[in-house]
């Protein structure tokens, strides 16, 4: 069975005590200096609350109060029997780590060193004994491993660390000075020791390490160590992984300076990943760095490293000639490789190969995905071994008229990946589902409970440990747990003689990355993102061919985190294959198959039978954000009252169209999922027939090219490349997304470029939109395409913004929620007293002449325990503020009833019940 990285301390003490009687040093170092880290973060841990309240107050004035709080905790924890005798236990694994640091740094970090340790080690290792400290058994239930990204993602090695002392020792020479060395746990549990071990070898005898997390507290030792540090005028240094806005690194040098250190004698150690200057929250603090081109992994990529490689892996191949490219720079996003060709002589004579060697990670971290190609052979490329940190596996050739490159997962033939899926589920199975235990490290549940918590506002915060995190652990905990591969979504693929193999195989999981997942099916939802026209056959085939069902809820949050998680990669500078905007759909749409499964996926198709021409009186329209839709977590997401609503329009006959400014692919996703014959994009400027699949700009030669080339040339905006006659653009990506400030807008509305556009402000975008252009005009032209008599007025239409009033105006019934904006109550349409969706509720029953879903032909559909909680919970806002008590009761009664229920999955249905999430598009009339 292939290891599960996130160990817990017993498993790491296995590891430690294995890895000592084959006498490697480097995979003992990694276990021990693991059960450290594990230890001190439960020693040091705070409480959730506790730990959200720092990081909310760290610049207030309150912050020395939350710090008092905090230390308090920690010392109060420390004082059980249970914490004392773990502590005794520590401090016996502390010193060995730092023995085997001295064992790593004086050249132990090859192969496996056979032969039992002796010495200060082996004395060790008796001491520490064959067994944990049992008392604290309990204490230490439930704590397990945070893989260390330097040495699991980075490509990281102890050279590394030796490298960068050696630089140290270049700028501070004297060695009488006393040094104190804190690592930034995770990476600086395992970075430290070594760093210490190294500076004592080359004389320096006064060295303490410690590490720390940024926003923990510390405790009364280490404080007292800090204190007796800075009356010896002794030099801290900070290290970590290489930051990228070196915000930890400043959080943890801003409490040394409150301690009375001065800016000059807190030094930053850590390798870069580019030559940029050093980040502007450390800039005032002196730096020793590493610089990309001088990391160990690329001396491992070059010839001379890859005939070592051969050597080792490959001992019967006498290399004849090996042709490689100069390997690039270590990368934050991904693995450092090198693709080489080598002519090889064997007992069978010469042979042409065609290699890749890979940084996999160091020690036993990088041998794991040795371990999962062995499980894997025949879906990923042949592994012909693992030495120092590199991985040495078979690519294919080039092709004529074919890159060798890998291809993404959606250039893939759906069913190689349904078949990957499944039979890396089958092959690497786990014996538990751990990603419960994983709170604090962006497991998917614990992303989906910061996305669906957005509906909760303020409250969110307090909520999240209550009702809500709890609520998504058990929605998507499994009962068939497995190494998931977590990389589906922009994987990669080869083509080969024996089909596809997938080559990022073990990228995804374990990694620095985060959105960690115990549940195969969440490697399918990430394929479907890539393949969304397959998504329901993709799922409906692992249903029966796994014989397990994927509730469509957990389905929901797959989807949703996904797509949250591609926004993330693309904010961070990830190359992904997708732009911001497509990812925003991906999150949206996921909430809408998943609430239009619940509440439209059983309406009979007959009930909507409609002429080509239907009467005049059928037709309805809707506003998008505001009214069928609000806000989740940055992205337009309906909620259950909307989708009523849009329920009792279906079901009582009536044809319903959208009408918003956003792009034409968002209206065609909703239009598809939802049912609707069709809607008005852009504000009116496109207009999109969902019968035909086909869109039509009714404004054309308006210049747009020329604002574009304008908006394009500002600073930090950027445009969304969906639109086709409006120009939307913002600043930032993700939740930092902001529409444009008042003065640039009047700037750019007031070139010659921006002639003939308005600009309409939102929140997070501007949107620039051609004169003359209206929903209504784009409504009239929509209808036409839809064979309506010439005049038809619809029957209702619901808006919230400006831009609604002219559709407001010329329909039979036009009206807004309460949360209209001033213009539309200054023109005098009817406002009805309740914001939101809510809102639209009243107004669909004023048309109907009762709630929405509360007569036989439109009643609300049963929902499941798991679905009742997850949809109350979307529903908290739909209401406004003054609605949210009752939302919160309603949610908390349907939290309550579902915890006595099971939320894993189980056998796959024979077909969904009424009422249950079908997760395909909904049929349209």
Not at 148 to 166: G, K, Y
Not at 225 to 249: H, K, M, N, T, Y
Not at 588 to 608: E, I, K, M, N
């Amino acid at each position: 069975m292939v290891p599960d990285l996130c160990a817990g301390v017993a498993e790491l003490h296995r590891g430690l005590l294995d890895a000592s009687v084959r006498g490697d040093a480097l995979d003992a170092y990694l276990f021990a200096a693991g059960i450290v880290q594990v230890c001190e973060d439960r020693l040091n841990g705070t409480p959730w609350l506790l730990s959200r309240a720092a990081q909310q107050l760290e610049d207030t004035a309150a912050r020395p109060l939350v710090r008092l709080v905090l230390n308090s905790a920690v010392a109060t924890a420390g004082l059980t029997p249970a914490s004392r005798c773990l502590r005794s236990w520590l401090s016996v694994v502390r010193q060995l780590t730092d023995a085997l640091a001295s064992a790593v740094t004086a050249g132990s970090y090859g192969t496996a060193h056979r032969g039992a340790f002796t010495g200060r080690v082996s004395t060790l290792l008796e001491r520490l004994g064959t067994e944990g400290p049992e008392p604290a058994a309990a204490l230490l239930e439930g704590s397990t491993l945070r893989s260390p990204s330097c040495f699991r993602s980075f490509d990281q090695h102890p050279r590394d660390v030796l490298e960068l002392v050696a630089r140290f020792i270049d700028r501070y020479p004297d060695r009488s000075r006393r040094l104190m060395v804190i690592g930034l746990r995770t990476s600086g549990s395992y970075l430290a020791p070594l760093t210490g071990a190294a500076l004592r070898a080359e004389g320096y005898a006064r060295v303490a390490v410690r590490t720390t997390r940024p926003a923990g507290a510390g405790s009364r030792a280490d404080h007292a160590e800090l204190r007796s540090a800075l009356r010896d005028g002794a030099l801290v240094l900070l290290i970590d992984d290489p930051p990228r806005s070196g915000d930890s690194l400043a959080t943890v040098a801003q409490g040394l300076l409150r301690t009375g250190f001065p800016a000059e004698r807190v030094v930053m150690l850590f390798a870069a990943f580019d030559d940029r200057p050093v980040p502007a929250p450390i800039a005032a603090h002196p730096s020793v760095v590493l610089p990309p081109g001088d990391w160990y992994i690329r001396e491992r990529l070059r010839k001379q490293g890859l005939h070592r490689t051969l050597a080792a892996l490959l001992p019967d191949h006498e290399v004849l000639g090996l042709s490689a490219a100069e390997p690039g720079h270590p990368s934050r996003w991904s693995h450092l490789e090198v693709p080489f060709t080598v002519l090889a002589h064997t007992d069978r004579g010469d042979r042409e190969m065609h290699l890749v060697a890979q940084g996999a990670g160091t020690g036993y971290f990088g041998r794991h995905s040795l371990a999962a190609a062995r499980a894997l052979d025949g879906l990923v490329p042949q592994v012909h071994g693992f030495h120092d940190g590199v991985l040495l596996w078979e690519r294919q050739p080039a092709e004529p008229g074919r890159s060798s490159d890998p291809v993404p997962t959606e250039l893939v033939p759906a069913a190689d990946v349904l078949r990957y899926v499944i039979e890396r589920r089958e092959r690497l199975p786990l014996n538990e589902d751990r990603s419960p235990l994983l709170t604090g490290r962006q497991p998917v549940w614990e992303v989906g409970a910061r996305l669906f918590a957005h509906r909760c506002g303020r409250l969110a915060a307090p909520l999240r440990p209550l009702l809500i995190d709890p609520l998504l652990r058990e929605l998507l905990r499994t009962s068939s747990a497995s190494l998931a591969d977590g990389h589906m979504v922009f994987g990669r693929w080869w083509h080969g003689p024996e089909g596809w193999t997938k080559t990022d195989f073990d990228d995804g999981h374990f990694s620095h990355l985060d959105l960690a997942e115990y549940d195969a099916a969440y490697d399918l939802a990430g394929a479907t993102q890539a393949l969304p026209e397959h998504e329901d056959q993709l799922l409906a085939d692992y249903e029966r061919l796994t014989g397990t069902r994927v509730p469509a809820a957990r389905w929901c949050v797959y989807g949703a985190a996904l797509g949250w998680n591609a926004e993330r990669l693309l904010c961070s500078g990830a190359g992904t294959g997708m732009d911001e905007a497509a990812a925003r759909r991906a999150r949206s749409r996921a909430v809408q198959r998943y609430l239009a499964g619940l509440y439209l996926g059983d309406l009979d198709d007959v009930t909507f039978a409609a002429s080509s021409a239907p009467p005049s009186q059928a037709w309805c329209v809707l506003d998008v954000d505001g009214v069928l839709e609000s806000d989740l977590f940055g992205v337009a997401a309906p909620s259950p009252t909307g989708m009523l609503a849009l329920r009792g329009l279906r079901a009582h006959g009536y044809q319903v169209l959208l009408a918003t400014g956003r792009p034409v692919p968002e209206v065609r996703d909703r239009c598809r999922v939802y049912g609707l014959l069709g809607g008005v994009a852009e504000y009116g400027a496109v207009v999109y027939d969902a019968e035909r699949d086909h869109c039509a700009p009714l404004v054309t030669g308006h210049g747009r090219s020329a604002l574009a080339r304008v908006l394009s040339g500002l600073p930090s905006v950027t445009l969304d490349s969906q639109y086709r006659v409006c120009l939307r653009a913002c600043r930032g990506c993700g939740a930092g997304r902001t529409a444009l400030d008042a003065r640039t807008v009047r700037q750019v509305s007031g070139g010659q470029e921006a002639v003939g556009f308005t600009a309409v402000q939102g929140e997070t975008q501007t949107d620039f939109v051609p004169v003359g252009v209206d929903k209504w005009t784009g409504l009239e032209a929509l209808l036409e395409r839809l064979g309506a008599p010439p005049g038809t007025r619809p029957v209702l239409a619901v808006g919230d913004s400006a831009t609604d009033i002219p559709l407001l105006r010329r329909a039979r019934y036009g009206c807004a929620p309460g949360n209209a904006a001033p213009a539309v109550r200054a023109a005098g349409l009817p406002v009805l007293r309740r914001p939101y969706q809510v809102g639209l509720a009243d107004a669909v029953g004023r048309l109907l002449g009762h709630v929405p879903g509360s007569c036989p032909v439109c009643c609300a559909p049963a929902l499941s325990p798991a679905d009742a909680a997850l949809t109350a919970l979307l529903a908290v806002s739909e209401a406004g503020w003054a609605g949210m008590p009752g939302r919160l009761a309603r949610f908390a009664r349907a939290r309550a009833a579902m915890a006595g229920s099971s939320g894993t999955d189980g056998p796959a249905a024979a077909a969904p019940a009424p009422g249950a999430a079908a997760v395909g598009p909904q049929r349209r009339s």
